[in-house]
């Protein structure tokens, strides 16, 4: 059975940092690549923040660059984004998404946690 629950969300000011956590039980993170997306009032969801299965390469959306950090501990099946210099912009639900990259595909979602920036 597999589980994604996100957690960590909030309502900070522009400016601060935060960060999401994300459980994944029944994933193994040598199969499945890891990711964050978010989706925002009125706009369709994007890719935030993405570990490849086995964890050998990382990316990030370019409007995060620079000021968001995913990591991953495979150990504990969790998966991080550390948010700082948060911009009213990145208010949004973020989802976590595990990913299956071989054969049979496919992929799970977390319900989401809201992170609210204030200006």
């Known amino acids: 059975q597999v589980y994604i629950v996100e957690s960590g969300g909030a309502l900070v000011q522009s400016g601060e940092s935060l960060k999401l956590t994300c459980s994944a039980v029944g994933i193994s993170f040598g199969s499945y690549a890891m990711g964050w997306y978010r989706q925002a009032p009125g706009k369709e969801r994007e890719l935030v923040a993405v570990?490849?299965?086995?964890?050998?390469?990382?990316s990030y959306n370019d409007a995060v660059k620079d000021r968001f950090t995913i990591s991953g501990d495979s150990a504990s099946n969790m998966v991080y984004l550390q948010m700082n210099s948060l911009k009213p912009e990145d208010t949004a639900v973020y989802y976590c998404?595990?990913?299956?990259?071989?054969?049979?595909?496919?992929?799970?979602w977390g319900q989401g946690t809201r992170v609210t920036v204030s200006s």
């Open positions: 998404n595990a990913r299956k990259t071989i054969p049979p595909k496919r992929q799970y």
């Open positions: 570990i490849s299965a086995g964890g050998s390469s990382i």
